[in-house]
């Protein structure tokens, strides 16, 4: 296994379309997490998942984010209608029962 | 709601100085843990503290977490130009999993 990886690395889109993000977390991790992070600032936690329960969610977070593990494996993450301030990074994390996050590279979102 | 306040926000110092990273939160956390990230690339762990007034030191970097739990600091000794990156904070409640990070710190190390 070589980590986490998401996809895609890079997506530009206009104003109102939906975009889908996916993470597949390292293969025995249990855990996983969504984060938000702009430029020079620290990640900002939107959810996360114990293996496909759905723990926790941002109350930051609008209606227009969803997040799913539907098998317990890989997770996706939807974004209808986007917004220019949607425009990120978005990082995908795994951790098992020690609680380090594994991150992915991210996936970059740009909002026209 | 569960604040992280990383202090400095920049920090620009030459090759060879000695600088601290702080860490604070008016909330109890059950574990804290300090992670460097590049340019282009997720956050790595660095080290892990859960024990109020625990010290790791991992080479020339020292880590401690307050006797409260409530804050942690970074100190690395005689900076390199490969410490450079962004440095983050993150903690969890105690019986929770959700990790919230710091507003970062981002250091650049001069030659």
């Known amino acids: 296994d070589t980590g986490v990886s998401q996809d895609p690395r890079h997506k530009i889109t206009k104003r109102g379309q939906n975009v889908t993000f996916r993470c597949d977390p390292i293969?025995?991790?249990?855990?996983l997490y969504w984060y938000r992070q702009t430029l020079g600032q620290g990640p900002e936690f939107l959810t996360y998942f114990q293996n496909e329960a759905q723990l926790e969610k941002s109350r930051l977070l609008s209606d227009r984010f969803s997040a799913e593990r539907p098998k317990g494996s890989f997770s996706t993450l939807e974004i209808q209608r986007t917004e220019q301030g949607d425009s990120a990074m978005y990082l995908c994390?795994?951790?098992?029962?020690?609680?380090?996050?594994?991150f992915g590279e991210g996936s970059r979102l740009t909002v026209l | 709601t569960q604040l992280l306040e990383q202090s400095p926000q920049f920090l620009s110092i030459q090759e060879g100085e000695n600088l601290t990273v702080y860490c604070n939160s008016s909330?109890?956390?059950?574990?804290l843990q300090w992670y460097r990230q590049e340019p282009g690339e997720g956050p790595v762990l660095l080290v892990t503290v859960v024990t109020g007034g625990e010290v790791k030191k991992l080479k020339r970097l020292t880590f401690q977490f307050g006797d409260a739990r409530k804050d942690s600091s970074l100190h690395i000794t005689a900076a390199q130009p490969g410490d450079t990156g962004l440095y983050l904070c993150?903690?969890?409640?105690?019986?929770?999993?959700?990790?919230?990070f710091g507003t970062g710190t981002r250091l650049k190390v001069l030659a």
């Open positions: 293969s025995e991790h249990n855990r």
């Open positions: 994390a795994s951790s098992f029962i020690d609680g380090e996050l594994f």
């Open positions: 909330s109890v956390f059950s574990s």
């Open positions: 993150a903690g969890a409640a105690s019986g929770t999993y959700k990790y919230i």
